[in-house]
């Protein structure tokens, strides 16, 4: 039997939740709440009073919360949210004993718990990212039954007074003002107003206590950085009350974070249209989590993303002849260096069942149930017509978060208009939702889903995703790449832009291409692939509304264009020509004069290029073998899945025979979404599921890699190219560039404020190649002052003319490759306050570029495993693994002292663990990976780093099943400078009768990384 034996009340300890559940190792326990929480290694509440740890590290808190809290359906969604999360927790500390045998320390009871979410960035409605803190308070009065009438746990039914705090974000400026919210979830609302819920759900009693209050505290004190810092707390003040009363329970969810008056506020890369107002400089900072932009880039300007290995893609592109590495590509499509249109497929929808044309019967021990699946492949107009086509994102969110806040047609409040209008009295600020529900409408909706959720009065019919679509990590390819011999090695995004000495007259015709791409529309078209040109043919322009059926959101793609993203790019600029010949402008040339030695040729017409019917068999074939063995993969997991031994009957088929149906079904499904999916890339046809395709005939296309290795003008990037009067090549200039992470950093805040006449300014834009280097002029540098930009020309010089008088901020930069990575990253000038008064016309002004400040490395951890249960001799469980992942470290001096660490850049250590999923029985490979940076002492005790890594690799086998280590290989303090990798190979057998084996490796890379 338990005891409890006290030894300190109202302890506060604080750690991770790794587990959590409801009700007792033992039948007589049903209403325990247990969480387990890890601690740091040595806290002294982890030994028990015999002098022990406690096992695995962590502590055991109980409490049992008063009815209606503590049965099954309110504790499994509560306690779910907790596992994995930063928590303190509060209670009385002392030693479990079974029998009168110490076995474990626990808080028992719990008295409070304070679950910390940490620090999320919104953008917020006015554009500009809030550090939001959520977390969710939990306060008891323990109510613990126990069966036989045990000893109870201290403070038993009390009426418990608690005093708690929770820190809010870093004050981002000195007039911001502290605010809260309790988070309400709208979902329940949502459903009334459109799935037939007539009367609302029981709200779950989010607090039953006594009393309670919150006090925002702010103190002041003098911050490390120099001057006053003022942090601000929520004091919370709760009285439980006696559960005889109806009291005893506390719960809600709180998001805390500043005012900052956003309405005042501008964004000084976007003109505004009023000529008598400007978005000047104020000369106040904010401290902000800022995401990735580059101040170099232009609108026109492309970017690419390197295809992994094991993607749909990259497997097809990597088939061609010769093998292509990019898959992904998008066009900047305004001046602020961030926003990017591209063209787009969600894989997802395309796999959702709800899609598949047909439906199997499932027998079971429990009954018969049916399950769509794709027996007549998945339905046409889903494939031919790839949702969501073109949109419109950042390139944080296209490269970070997925998120939809500039795409209108997809967005939770033009498909739920209702919801809006029912909350237009007071709208909810996003911040102040809870985190699902922000999740929800700041996410890629499907119109087609929505509909049919209506319709039906079905809100599980909703659905809706998140787009990260372009790679911002290099990606490593293994392969060998034809030309060199080697591996082909780190693959980086690309930047592809003008040829430096066309800039100045480029970016004129680019302009116009971007506003192209910005309005055209188009729906992906996986044909595209086989013939590029079908975006600009009306013959291949998806139906008009009216001619789809269906659900509401069905005609989504009605009246767009057809393309990938190349070619969305491609058909882009080609718009752009009528518009600037109408002009009297030089139009767009894209290849011009071939290369003789191109590989490649091109199609007759401009900026398309051939494809043999060769080399499109091979990466048809590549194709088909990803999406069979994807299927037949999910067939298998969708089988495992099935409660108890059930089996498939498809009676639709009807030719099941012999002794394994399942092989049979995952072949025909498998091959059937292959087949089809092959004739939608090579023929546009969608209801054929034979091998027909492999008949393939010469395609013209555009890939990423053409735009970036053949949209040039054939002269090197010294050299002014040959010039046209009526055609300019536009692009020439392909750099493979390292992308920031986004971060925290302090930022100019910009204000509307009057215009009251025009100035000019002019200068030179100059850096030196090494620091004790003469400066030299930079030709193609980008140049902003507040919202306008322009480039140096042929002598480095730059001008701005008649532009509005006020406040604003000068910068030159441009990507510089870094020689021994060869990656680029942004060199930057200094940032000049310019108060430009009417009729001023300044010149001599000299904008210094220099390298950016700090260090940034990623340890890349690639990992593989092929591990073996051998339980009985030809009757082996085999399991093959690659599991990846990566520590990133820095040293940022641009940090904030007085920031927290969780809104600092600076993290100079780190870990890295991973656990294979388990092979027959219990049998598991464990590898964690310890890095930092090695520091360099400095003059007067300071440090530096100059991205140095050093690693402790650590691998376990080990059988979770019979509790034991099989083996265990450690390799401390490996030192990796700079784009030095390492591996650890292992080969272990356990000391069984019949063995476990583990073989494969682990490889450590320092990789170059840039901070924001």
């Known amino acids: ?61 109980r409490v049992t919360p008063v009815a209606p809290f503590r049965d099954p359906e309110h504790a499994a969604g509560l306690l779910s949210a907790m596992v ?76 418990r007074h608690l005093e708690l705090t929770v820190p809010f974000p870093f004050r981002p400026q000195s007039t911001a003002v502290p605010q809260f919210v309790e988070c309400v979830d709208r979902e329940d609302r949502e ?47 709760i009285d439980t009350g006696d559960p005889a009363a109806g009291k005893g329970f506390f719960y809600t969810r709180l998001a805390l974070t500043h005012d900052e008056g956003f309405e005042t506020m501008c964004v000084p890369n976007v003109c505004l249209v009023d000529p008598a107002s400007s ?121 970070f978060t997925g998120r939809n806040r500039s795409n209108p047609p997809f967005s939770h409040a033009a498909l739920f208009p209702a919801v809006v209008a029912d909350e237009a009295a007071a709208p909810p600020r996003l911040w102040q939702l809870v985190p699902s529900e922000r999740d929800k409408r700041t996410s890629f909706h499907d119109p087609e889903a929505a509909g049919a959720a209506k319709a039906l009065g079905d809100a599980g019919r909703r659905r809706h995703y998140g787009m990260v679509k372009l790679t911002r990590n290099p990606t490593w390819r293994p392969e060998i790449d034809p030309v060199t011999g080697t591996a082909v090695g780190w693959l980086w995004p690309v930047i592809v832009q003008p040829h430096p000495f ?49 659900p509401e959101g069905r005609d989504w793609a009605a009246d767009s264009i057809a393309a990938v993203c190349s070619s969305y790019v491609w058909a882009a600029l080609r718009a752009a020509s009528p518009p600037l010949k109408a002009a009297g402008k030089q139009t767009i040339e894209l290849e011009g004069e071939p290369e003789p030695s191109d590989i490649r040729q091109p199609a007759d017409i401009d900026g398309l290029y051939r494809y043999t019917a060769d080399e499109r068999v091979a990466a048809g074939k590549a194709l088909n073998q990803f999406t069979y063995d994807r299927v037949a993969g999910q067939v298998q997991q969708k089988i ?9 009957v498809l009676d639709v088929l009807g030719f099941l ?66 010039t046209h009067p009526r055609r300019i090549s536009v692009y020439g200039q392909a750099i493979p560039v390292a992308v920031p992470r986004p971060g925290w950093r302090r930022e100019p805040v910009y204000r509307i404020r009057p215009v009251t006449g025009h100035g000019s300014l002019r200068g030179i834009v100059v850096r030196r190649e090494r620091p004790d280097a003469d400066p030299v002029r930079v030709v193609g540098a980008t140049v902003r002052f507040g919202c306008q930009v322009v480039s140096t020309d042929a002598e480095g010089t730059f001008a701005f003319v008649n532009t509005k008088a006020g406040g604003y901020h000068l910068r030159g930069s441009m990507f510089v490759i870094d020689p021994e990575h060869q990656v680029g990253t942004e060199w930057v000038s200094r940032t000049e306050l310019i108060e ?96 930092r940076l090695e520091p360099t002492p400095g003059p007067g005790g300071s440090v530096s780093y100059n991205g140095t890594v050093v690693a402790d690799l650590t691998l376990v086998f080990f059988d979770a099943e019979e509790e034991e280590v099989n083996a265990t290989l450690t390799e401390p303090g490996v030192v990796l400078r700079p784009g030095e990798a390492h591996t650890m190979p292992f080969n272990l057998v356990s000391d069984d009768i019949v063995p476990e084996r583990a073989a494969g490796h682990v490889t450590v890379s320092n990789v170059f990384a840039a901070l924001v």
């Not at 495992?640 to 498939?648: E, F, I």
């Not at 092989?663 to 025909?668: L, P, R, T």
Request: contains cysteine; negative net charge; glycine residues 10%.
């Open 1 to 61: 039997m338990i005891q409890f034996q006290l030894r300190e009340d109202d302890v506060e300890i604080a750690g991770r939740v790794v587990n959590a559940w409801a009700g007792g190792f033992e039948d007589d326990e049903p209403y325990l709440w247990h969480i387990n929480v890890a601690l740091a290694p040595g806290d002294p509440r982890l030994i028990r009073a015999d002098g022990v740890g406690n096992a695995f590290g962590w502590i055991e808190c």
């Open 191 to 237: 459903r009334q107003l459109y799935f037939g819920r007539t009367t609302p759900r029981p709200d779950f009693p989010r607090y039953d206590d006594r009393q309670h209050t919150f006090t925002v505290v702010s103190t002041a004190a003098p911050g490390a950085g120099g001057g006053v810092v003022t942090s601000d707390v929520l004091a919370i003040s």
């Open 640 to 648: 495992d899945d099935l409660p108890g031994a059930a089996t498939t």
């Open 836 to 931: 430009l008064r009417p009729g001023d016309d300044l010149s001599g002004l000299v904008l210094e570029l220099v390298p950016p400040p700090g260090v940034a490395r990623d340890l890349v951890v690639q990992t593989h495993h092929d591990v073996v249960d051998r339980r009985v001799v030809g009757k082996d469980a085999w399991g093959h693994f690659d599991l990846d992942g990566r520590i990133e470290l820095a040293y940022d001096p641009l940090d904030v002292p007085d920031a927290p660490a969780d809104q600092r850049n600076t993290r100079v250590d780190g870990a890295f663990e991973v656990v294979t999923p388990e092979v027959g029985s219990g049998v598991h490979v464990k590898v964690s990976v310890a890095a």
């Open 502 to 550: 066309l800039k100045p007259q480029a970016y004129e015709a680019l302009s116009v291409a971007a506003a192209q791409a910005r309005q055209l529309r188009a729906h992906y078209r996986f044909f595209a692939y086989s013939r590029g040109d079908i975006a600009t043919d009306p013959a291949f322009t998806a139906p008009g509304v009216g001619a789809w059926g269906g």
């Open 84 to 159: 994995g999360q930063w928590v303190r927790v509060g209670g009385s500390w002392g030693d479990l004993r079974y029998d009168g045998t110490p076995q474990a320390t626990a808080l028992w009871p719990v008295s409070w718990i304070v679950l910390d979410r940490g620090i999320t960035p919104l953008v917020q409605e006015q554009g500009f990212t809030q550090a939001v803190r959520d977390v969710d308070v939990y306060a008891f009065t323990d109510d613990y039954l126990h069966a036989d009438g045990g000893t109870p746990p201290p403070h038993h039914r009390q009426d």
């Open 279 to 399: 978005c000047q400089a104020t000369g106040e900072e904010r401290y902000t989590y800022v995401w990735p932009s580059f101040t170099s880039v232009r609108a026109g300007d492309l970017m690419l993303g390197p295809a992994g290995p094991g993607g749909v893609l990259g497997r097809l592109l990597g088939a061609l002849d010769p093998p292509q590495r990019y898959d992904h590509m998008g066009m900047f499509v305004a001046n602020d260096g961030q926003t990017i249109r591209h063209c787009t497929a969600s894989d997802e929808r395309i796999q959702e069942p709800e899609y598949y044309n047909g439906t199997v019967k499932i027998s079971t021990p429990f009954g018969d149930m049916e399950e769509r699946v794709p027996i007549k492949g998945i339905r046409e107009d889903v494939l031919r017509y790839a949702w969501p086509g073109s949109i419109t994102q950042t390139i944080g969110e296209v490269m």
């Open 657 to 722: 025979t012999g002794s394994s149906p399942t092989e049979q079904v995952k072949d025909y499904l498998a091959a059937t979404v292959a087949n089809q999916l092959c004739h939608v890339f090579a023929s546009d046809t969608t209801n054929d599921f034979g091998d027909g395709w492999a008949n393939a005939v010469d395609g013209v296309a555009v890939s990423p890699d053409d735009t970036m290795l053949r949209w040039d003008p054939n002269v090197p990037l010294d050299t002014f190219p040959p």
